[in-house]
């Protein structure tokens, strides 16, 4: 077993006084920041963050499995996908009136499609999980890339919901009282999905569940010796965080009012990973920070030139090489071993 | 029957190509504990370089050379630019700095060649058709499994017979006795990545003709050559050898026949997308049942 190389979330002494009100700063920002796009007249600025937003939630949920159970999975695209599939199938049915798979009626509500979206890739993460945690390290890198890719061929053929064209959806799901077409709108109610979100993920990073997994991860063996079910609170982080990520990708699928098997490519699960590990892995509001970042790159890099994945790519590397603790941990005090 | 000979001998091509793939990533985990995403841009990087070549200069034979230079020589560069500061690493930052180099590799591919397929032609001397009894089967294929085949044997004996494949053995089980009588153990690892460059590039630089070369080639294949590691146990030659057989013959197989066995069953097209995704998903649903049976794959390394 390798050990990953951060801890948790651990009570620092004294963090610098800015540290306790950035989240705050953060969150402000955010609010502010599509009045000040419409203000300067850069009404793409909100699409882009709402983007980021919604990423963000898919790498924070990423970030149950990797930072905080050690769960190094490489194939969380699958259930961002299987998400996404899920809006998608029912908001199609919806707008039919057929229902799917003959029993289960479609709908075009926004918050029905996103439970749909949770409980689908929970139920695929499930299963995901009980064959991959049979294994660990490399072999379970390479499984839940193997099942992701699997997943990834299974919608490639599904021809009855588009093939390799995916599905396209007439409208956005309705939030009854909210004008969803409205792009602010819908930054504002991504928002909001990611602050629910991410208050869930404070309370369980402090829950005894929690506290049990960064037990794991630092030592399985001691964690089994004083009793603790070890095989099923993994089981249990991975799917929540399926569940987290496949709520990303509904959300993700309503907003672009598109889902494709590209949604599951290989690569999303890498820039997953990345967003994790480059704002902070096992830290509450570093995935966000690294979603953020990554997406702002790719986006300042994406403006400068086509090929911009050379430039891209190289920084990764340096990342990897250089670069330990993440974005959030900026201005922390040196966690002790 | 001569349908079913026919699709095992396919099965066999792809199985050995996977296997050079496979050898090369299990030697460099059991070794070195090194998760290498890059190995498929490796196999790229051979494809393009024989394919290059062969244009350039007509000649299937000098472009042999140029793959397999190719492969290796950006092989032992990665290894040495950036691979040799992450042994000590855990996994995640070996997987972010390799999923780096894929993306740099593939898009400087794109730059240098644009985003159009090459396309090689199979050598006069290797074309054509050869009669083997009742049935015809492709030259240039029945080479392809000669080469793979004498590859892994070669590949045996070295690991088995030599004083390399004794390091080799020693350095994956007893690394630090290796380093502690006196053998300059960074040496070996840079060796051992070319080695395994050296043969992704030969599965590329062979794929060529048969396959149109383009960006993404490798990581197409290097998923496929996971699943075949995972099967056959990490770290062991031998598994990567009967994995790679097996998924080869598997695929093929539920390719060539499942349409056909379903469409008893059902309509034609029904039975064609059933087929499509069931065969694109049998190689995975192989691995899960393996996995079920032996976690560790079929054939564990150290015990």
Redesign the interface.
């Known amino acids: 077993m ?4 951060t801890p948790a979330v651990t009570k620092d002494a004294k963090p610098p006084r800015w540290r306790a009100w950035a989240p705050y700063a953060g969150l402000l920002a955010l609010v502010a920041l599509p009045f000040a796009a419409q203000a300067l007249g850069q009404a793409a600025l909100t699409t882009l963050a709402t983007r980021m937003v919604i990423l963000a939630i898919a790498a924070s949920a990423l970030n149950i499995a ?1 930072g905080l159970g050690g769960l ?1 999975s ?1 194939g969380h695209a699958a259930f961002y996908g299987v998400g996404a599939y899920a809006v998608g199938i029912l908001t199609t049915h919806g707008a039919s009136g057929a229902p799917f798979l003959g029993f289960i009626p479609g709908s075009e509500l926004l918050g029905v499609n996103l439970l749909a979206a949770m409980l689908a890739s929970g139920l695929v993460a499930g299963a995901i999980g009980a ?1 991959a945690l ?2 660990s ?3 379970f ?3 839940t ?3 992701a ?2 997943l990834f ?2 919608f ?5 919901y588009g093939g390799d064209d995916g599905v396209s959806m007439r409208r956005r799901n309705a939030l009854p009282g909210l004008n969803m077409r409205d792009d602010m709108t819908f930054y504002f109610v991504s928002l909001a999905i990611l602050a629910v979100w991410l208050g869930i993920s404070a309370r369980l990073f402090h829950s005894r569940f929690g506290l049990l997994l960064g037990g794991i991860r630092q030592s399985e063996r001691r964690m089994q010796a004083i009793g603790v079910s070890t095989v099923r609170t993994r089981w249990l982080a991975f799917v929540l965080s399926g569940m987290g990520t496949g709520l990303a990708g509904g959300l993700m699928a309503v907003f672009g009012r598109f889902v494709s098997p590209d949604m599951m490519h ?1 690569t999303q699960s ?1 820039e997953l ?2 967003m994790v ?1 480059l704002g902070g ?1 096992g830290t509450i509001f570093g995935p966000v920070l690294g979603a953020f970042a990554l997406i702002g790159l790719e986006t300042l890099l994406a403006g400068w030139t086509e ?4 430039i ?6 340096l ?3 250089t670069f330990r603790g993440g974005l959030a941990r900026l201005g922390r005090r040196r966690e002790g071993p | 029957m001569a349908l079913v000979l026919e699709q095992v001998l396919n099965g066999v091509q792809l199985g050995v190509m996977l296997f050079l793939l496979a050898a090369g990533l299990t030697l460099i985990f059991g070794i070195m504990g090194v998760i290498n995403l890059a190995h498929g841009s490796l196999y790229m990087v051979g494809a393009y370089a024989a394919a290059f070549v062969a244009q350039a200069t007509g000649s299937f034979l000098l472009a042999i050379p140029a793959g397999l230079a190719a492969a290796a020589l950006v092989g032992m560069a990665i290894e040495y630019g950036v691979v040799r500061h992450l042994y000590a690493r855990d996994h995640l930052d070996q997987v972010l700095a390799t999923f780096g180099l894929i993306l740099f590799f593939n898009q400087l591919v794109v730059l240098l060649f644009g985003r159009q397929p090459m396309f090689v032609q199979i050598p006069p001397a290797l074309a054509g058709a050869v009669d083997l009894g009742f049935f015809s089967y492709p030259v240039y294929r029945l080479c392809i499994i000669a080469v793979g085949l004498a590859t892994a044997g070669a590949l045996f004996w070295l690991i088995q017979r030599t004083r390399l494949g004794m390091l080799v053995r020693a350095g994956a089980t007893h690394r630090d006795m290796v380093q502690a009588l006196g053998v300059d153990i960074r040496l070996l690892y840079t060796v051992v990545f070319g080695l395994g460059a050296l043969l992704a590039g030969l599965a590329g630089l062979m794929a060529g003709p048969l396959l149109s070369v383009q960006v993404g080639m490798g990581e197409q294949i290097l998923i496929l050559t996971f699943v075949v590691v995972v099967i056959g146990g990490l770290g062991s030659v031998t598994g990567a050898f009967a994995g790679a057989l097996l998924v080869g013959v598997v695929d093929t197989s539920l390719r060539a026949f499942l349409p056909g066995l379903l469409r008893g069953l059902m309509t034609g097209s029904e039975a064609d997308a059933l087929a499509g995704g069931v065969s694109a998903m049998g190689v995975y649903l192989l691995m899960a049942i393996v996995l079920l049976v032996r976690p560790k794959g079929l054939f564990p390394a150290h015990g």
């Open positions: 390798d050990e990953p190389r990797l190094v490489f064959l049979r294994t390290g490399v072999q890198i390479m499984i890339l193997a099942f890719q699997m061929f299974f490639v053929a599904l021809k009855a290989w890498g990973l990345i590990v892995a090929h911009w994945q050379v891209l790519g190289p920084a990764l590397v990342m990897a090489l």
